[in-house]
C-alpha cells in the first residue's frame, strides 16, 4: 500500500498537485529443480486520487521466466512481461545500485507524461552454448511495445514497437578479465505516423572484475541506420557507439555508474533516436534493518530523421529511506524529482517539473509448496 503527493499532476501551468493511494498485492511462484528454473509474477493494483476521482486507475503487472538446461553446457532462456501502469512509475528507483550491472538498459521512456496509463511488453529468448571451459556463445531475438492509452494525456507522443536479434561470442582471457564480440539487429518503429529505423549494430566488449564486489566493463563499436516514412527522403547513417560502468559492492556502501550512447527506440518521440544517457546510483547500509540510497538519470536524445521533429533532455533524480519492521513487514519513503525539456510536446512542455513523495508500507511472506 502505497501513499503518495504530486505536486504537478496534470503537468500544467500552474502546477496543480494531488495525493494518490495505491492498493498492490502481489502473488509469485518460484519453481528450481535440477534443470529449470521458473518463476511467475503478478501484481493487480489500483490508484485513487483524492481530489481527481475520475483520473482513478487500474494497474495490472505480469512476469515470467524460464530457465532450461538442455545439456550441461547448453542453456535456454526465455521472459516476458506485460504491464499496464501510470507513466511516472518507470521513472529509475535507488534501489537500482543493488543489481550488481554494470550495463545501462535503454529506457522505456524518453518522455514521461503525466497520470497516462502506458501499456509495455517486454519478450525476449536466448540461447547459450558454452563449448570449451573459458569461452562461450549464444544468440536470441527480443520484442516489445509501448502504448499510450489516453491520448487526451498524451499529447504530441507516439507509440513504438521494437523487433531484433543479436549474436555473441564471449571469452575468459585471464582470471578476472572477459573479452567479446557482439553482433545486433533491430527495426524500431513508431506509430501512428510510420517511421521505421533499421539498425545494425558491431560491438567489442570488455569486463574486469577487480574482485568480487568491484567490476568494470567497457563497450565500443557502430551503429549503421536506415530510417524511411514520415514523409520524408530515405535517410542512412554511420555513428559511433560506446559504453560502459563501474560496480562497488561494499558491506555497508554501494555505487554505481553506468554510461552508453547509442541508438535507441523513440520511447515516445517521433522516431527512433540517437542518444546519450548515464546514471550513478549510492546505497548505504545504517543498520540490518535500515538501508537508504540516493541516484540520478539524465538522457540527451536526438531524432535520427530530423525533419519529422526534435528530441529532448530528461533529467530525474531521487532518495529513498527503506525500514524493515519486523519479519514480514517493510515501510520505504521515497521521493523523486523530474525536469524534462521537449519543446514540441504539449503534454510537458508547459511545465517541465515535477516532485513526487510517497510512502509505501508492505506485507511479505512466503510458504514453499509440495512439500
Do not use: C
Not at 22 to 29: C, G, H, Q, V
Not at 59 to 66: D, G, N, R, V
Not at 88 to 112: A, E, K
Not at 332 to 342: A, K, T
Amino acid at each position: 500500500m502505497e501513499g503518495a503527493y504530486n505536486d504537478n499532476l496534470f503537468a500544467s501551468n500552474p502546477a496543480v498537485g494531488d495525493a494518490t493511494y495505491t492498493i498492490s498485492p502481489y502473488l509469485a511462484f518460484d519453481i528450481a529443480r535440477s534443470r529449470l528454473r521458473w518463476n511467475l509474477n503478478y501484481r493487480p493494483g489500483v490508484t485513487l486520487y483524492q481530489r481527481f476521482s475520475q483520473s482513478d486507475q487500474s494497474e495490472h503487472a505480469f512476469s515470467t521466466s524460464l530457465q532450461y538446461m538442455l545439456s550441461p553446457h547448453v542453456t535456454l532462456s526465455v521472459a516476458d512481461t506485460l504491464a499496464k501502469s501510470p507513466s511516472y512509475t518507470n521513472i529509475i528507483s535507488p534501489s537500482t545500485v543493488d543489481s550488481g550491472s554494470t550495463t545501462l538498459q535503454s529506457p522505456s521512456f524518453l518522455v514521461i507524461p503525466p497520470l497516462t496509463s502506458t501499456l509495455i511488453n517486454n519478450g525476449s529468448g536466448q540461447i547459450t552454448y558454452q563449448f570449451a571451459r573459458n569461452a562461450m556463445v549464444g544468440g536470441g531475438g527480443n520484442s516489445s511495445e509501448l502504448r499510450f492509452l489516453d491520448s487526451a494525456q498524451a499529447v504530441g507522443l507516439f507509440d513504438s514497437s521494437e523487433r531484433g536479434g543479436n549474436l555473441f561470442y564471449a571469452h575468459r582471457i585471464a582470471e578476472r578479465h572477459y573479452l567479446g564480440v557482439n553482433y545486433t539487429f533491430a527495426d524500431l518503429v513508431t506509430h501512428p505516423i510510420e517511421v521505421d529505423t533499421k539498425v545494425q549494430t558491431a560491438t567489442v566488449f570488455y569486463s574486469f572484475y577487480l574482485s568480487p564486489r568491484i567490476s568494470f566493463s567497457a563497450f565500443g563499436g557502430a551503429d549503421h541506420s536506415n530510417t524511411q516514412g514520415g514523409l520524408l527522403p530515405s535517410l542512412n547513417t554511420w555513428s559511433p557507439t560506446e559504453g560502459g560502468g563501474i560496480n562497488v559492492q561494499g558491506m555497508q556502501n554501494s555505487v554505481a555508474f553506468t554510461f552508453s550512447r547509442s541508438i535507441n527506440p523513440g520511447g515516445g518521440l517521433e522516431s527512433a533516436v540517437h542518444s546519450y544517457s548515464t546514471n550513478v546510483a549510492y546505497r548505504h547500509h545504517f543498520s540490518t534493518h535500515l538501508n537508504g540510497g540516493l541516484q540520478a538519470s539524465y538522457s540527451n536524445s536526438t531524432l535520427l530523421q530530423l525533419g519529422v521533429g526534435s528530441g529532448g533532455k530528461i533529467l530525474t533524480a531521487g532518495a529513498s529511506l527503506e525500514r524493515q519492521l519486523g519479519t514480514h513487514w517493510n515501510a520505504e519513503l521515497q521521493y523523486s524529482r523530474l525536469h524534462q525539456d521537449y519543446k514540441n510536446i504539449p503534454s510537458v512542455s508547459d511545465s517541465p517539473d515535477t516532485d513526487r513523495a510517497s510512502i509505501t508500507v508492505s506485507y511479505q511472506f512466503q510458504k514453499a509448496l509440495g512439500r
